[in-house]
């Protein structure tokens, strides 16, 4: 079976520091991955969508980036975050062996919090 | 403009108290909707994928529907442990990207 993970699961970071999110999964292959973040009392945003290694489509222009450096890795970074940039971010994956892409599965979660 | 609308945004049930949760959604081409249960802290957890008006799903007490415009989680006899954020989101045909659109989720409390 697939298992996706996510690490830190909570982050408390300072306004204009870096930011490194890591999510992986396990137990297929090739999947599509996102980033979402979701916000309080808002639904959940897409940030980047990847479906393959170096292959990364941005959704909403801001300060964040993401990398797949490896088939099932898939990366969120910032340079200098900001305070807006707090929230919940979600990993998710869809497709790989199975084929079927429309349903998408999520990981754990990293609650992040800007200072 | 793709929109989900979620309602109630909040609901307080009796252990054993049935009720309906509504998912409006205003879509150019809907591809599927799909329903997700989210517990505090947590990540969503996938419950159903619906593609066509008519169709239905079920899973323990809970049942989802479809017509052309909405769709409908119903819960049966609900107990304490249901209770949680149920998200609906919609699935577009076209576009570059597998672009889930939210709605803004209904928060359930089943009271014992």
């Known amino acids: 079976s697939q298992t996706i993970h996510q690490w830190p699961a909570t982050l408390v970071q300072p306004v204009g520091s870096p930011l490194s999110l890591e999510c992986t999964v396990e137990?297929?292959?090739?999947?599509?991955l996102y980033w979402y973040r979701q916000a309080a009392g808002r639904g959940l945003q897409l940030l980047f969508y990847?479906?393959?290694?170096?292959?990364i489509s941005s959704e909403v222009p801001q300060n964040l980036s993401a990398s797949r450096p490896q088939d099932r890795q898939f990366i969120l970074s910032s340079k200098k975050l900001l305070l807006s940039d707090s929230g919940f971010y979600l990993c998710a994956w869809s497709g790989g062996t199975s084929g079927f892409t429309d349903t998408q599965y999520f990981g754990p979660g990293t609650r992040l919090t800007v200072l | 403009e793709d929109q989900v609308t979620q309602s109630p945004e909040a609901l307080r049930l009796q252990e054993g108290e049935s009720s309906s949760l509504n998912c409006s959604y205003t879509?150019?081409?809907?591809?599927?909707l799909f329903w997700y249960r989210q517990d505090p802290g947590k990540g969503p957890e996938f419950l159903f994928t619906?593609?066509?008006a008519g169709e239905e799903k079920e899973k323990e007490r809970l049942k989802a529907t479809l017509t052309k415009k909405e769709s409908f989680l119903h819960i049966t006899a609900p107990k304490p442990e249901d209770s949680a954020t149920y998200l609906c989101a919609v699935l577009p045909y076209g576009g570059a990207t597998n672009k889930l659109i939210f709605g803004t989720g209904t928060l359930l409390a089943v009271q014992p």
């Open positions: 879509v150019s081409g809907l591809r599927g």
């Open positions: 137990g297929t292959s090739n999947p599509n």
């Open positions: 619906l593609y066509s």
């Open positions: 990847s479906v393959g290694i170096g292959q």
